[in-house]
């Protein structure tokens, strides 16, 4: 498992498209000549979008110095997002977001925007690279890291053993999945469960075989990622280097 770290700088870019993936997943298309020296690395890379309060108009700015020149309660929210795909030759770049039933900024923006509008973006981060010598990669998410173990899937060509497990709302939220790699994809169906209070991604993994040497990358809330990357590593006893998990979100309790 390796990370390769690349340049990261603030664009200005322009969303080309809109679709709506599932009830629950929107998929925004970037694209302008910002992007000309967008470095791809592979798959797993994310971006940061600086994304306006309620009622701001967008572009806030051009550039790091002029985003956060203004007034502290106007600076923009930053939320990160896997690239899901990207196309140097036409200069485009779509992420997917989860439009969750509460507006937090990155749910806002996914409901209001249209081509045409403008956001910063900063990145890419370094991407992520499964060891070769593994016998398979695991994959482990909830929704919203579907869209990055998508893209990591659809990478891998045919030698590759993958197993994913997906936790998602419910059925209307799978996507057709397309690979060239050897993969078993679980899905697993919250069904009026909410979000972050399931235990159905880490059951899951507990009770699989993961064969005797994997590679585990983890997205998900806070708490499945720790129980998930505890099992692998004191009861499976993986080296932490095969154990990538990354917490995506943290379910807060009710006051």
């Not at 498992?1 to 997943?25: A, D, G, H, W």
């Not at 929210?77 to 196309?87: H, I, N």
């Not at 990478?155 to 050897?182: K, T």
Request: proline share 6%; with cysteine; hydrophobic share 40%.
């Amino acid at each position: 498992m390796s990370t390769r770290r690349v340049r990261s700088r603030y664009r200005l870019l322009r969303v080309s498209e809109v679709e709506r993936i599932t009830p629950r997943m929107v998929r925004v298309v970037l694209g302008g000549a910002e992007l000309a020296d967008f470095d791809s690395t592979g798959s797993d890379q994310r971006i940061k979008l600086c994304l306006p309060r309620p009622g701001q108009p967008t572009p806030l700015g051009r550039d790091r110095a002029e985003v956060f020149a203004l007034p502290r309660e106007q600076q923009p929210k930053q939320r990160t997002y896997t690239v899901r795909w990207f196309d140097a030759a036409r200069q485009r770049l779509a992420i997917d977001l989860v439009v969750h039933d509460h507006d937090g900024p990155g749910s806002a923006w996914a409901r209001a925007v249209r081509p045409g509008d403008q956001i910063v973006a900063v990145g890419p981060s370094p991407s992520y690279r499964a060891d070769p010598a593994a016998d398979r990669l695991v994959l482990a998410g909830d929704e919203t890291a579907l869209p990055a173990m998508l893209a990591m899937v659809d990478e891998l060509d045919e030698s590759a053993r993958v197993q994913v497990f997906a936790e998602i709302a419910d059925e209307a939220e799978r996507q057709e999945i397309r690979a060239r790699a050897d993969v078993t994809w679980t899905w697993l169906h919250r069904d009026g469960v909410p979000a972050g209070l399931s235990t159905l991604l880490a059951d899951a993994v507990r009770t699989a075989d993961l064969g005797s040497r994997p590679d585990v990358w983890v997205g998900a809330e806070a708490a499945a990622v720790h129980q998930i990357r505890e099992y692998c590593q004191r009861e499976l006893g993986l080296d932490r280097r095969r154990v990538y998990a990354l917490a995506y979100w943290r379910h807060a309790a009710p006051a």
